[in-house]
């Protein structure tokens, strides 16, 4: 029977064929809000990972952006962003990805985190080490702020736009750059890289961020999660490389 990992690997890379399938191409949208995009094939590619996995692991349950799948009292659960970036996805802005973790109980046991246009696999198990293609990967040593690229979420609700614009400023004039990507889960594949120093949201999914979580942790760096002040069921995150603080004091 293949590894939780190896399923999770799998079902990754089908979901990121199906994403390059339809990149570019018409799509169809279940919803255009304000400041977000939900798409016919975020709910489809959630499927055909769902499949995957109970395939796998009928017993398991799933908690998706899409929806929950699988027996919810098994305390396997499978955390499932089927397109993370998905506003960037639907302008062809190839800045994506597809985020799957696992966790037992509170406990997060491996996250996959899969770029199809880059074709970039990020992973990592608990207690081992985070791998970019095969290769292990590091957070950067950059300790000084100045020295830094911080990127900023920006999330969904006029509320989380208000009180993240200041974050935004303050950072903006203290690292050496900010960058607003799109994309929660790919931060978080930068910052276990070294690519970026640090990712920032105050109000983010859980489906966003739990794969990000081990990868960061995997690399040498430092994650912070707290209920978000301003979205209530939301999560506020700060992922650093371990050596940088962020402190605005
Ligand atoms: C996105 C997150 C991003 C956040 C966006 C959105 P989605 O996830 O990755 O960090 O700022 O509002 O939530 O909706 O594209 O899966």
Redesign the pocket.
């Known amino acids: 029977m293949s590894s939780p990992l190896d399923v999770a690997i799998s079902a990754a890379r089908e979901a990121g064929q199906l994403l390059r399938e339809n990149f570019g191409g018409p799509l169809d949208v279940n919803a255009f809000e304000a ?2 995009i939900k798409l016919d094939l ?1 709910v489809k590619t959630q499927e055909l990972i769902t499949q995957r996995v109970l395939a796998a692991f009928p017993d398991h349950a799933i908690l998706g ?1 899409e929806g929950l799948a699988g027996n919810q009292d098994s305390p396997w659960q499978w955390i499932i ?1 089927p ?6 996805y639907f302008y062809g802005l190839p800045h ?1 990805c597809i985020s799957i973790a696992l966790r037992h109980g509170e406990q997060i046991e491996l996250g996959v985190i899969y770029d199809p246009s880059r074709d970039e696999l990020w992973q990592a198990e608990r207690g081992g080490p985070a791998l970019l293609n095969g290769k292990v990967i590091h957070a950067s040593d950059r300790a000084k702020l100045s020295d830094c690229i911080v990127s900023v ?4 609700s006029p509320e989380t736009i208000s009180s993240g614009v200041p974050m935004l400023m303050a950072y903006s004039q203290r690292a050496r750059k900010c960058r607003l990507m ?4 790919l ?1 978080l594949a930068y910052v276990a890289c070294g690519r970026l120093d640090a990712y920032v ?1 105050q109000s ?2 859980l ?2 961020v739990a794969a990000g979580q081990i990868l960061v942790e995997s690399a040498g760096g430092h994650y912070e999660v707290k209920p978000s002040a301003t979205k209530p069921g939301k999560i506020a995150v700060i992922a650093t490389n371990g050596k940088v603080n962020l402190s605005l004091e």
């Open positions: 400041h977000d975020d952006e962003d397109i993370d970036g998905t506003v960037n994506f979420g920006l999330s969904k799109g994309s929660a889960a931060d949201e983010v999914s489906w966003d």
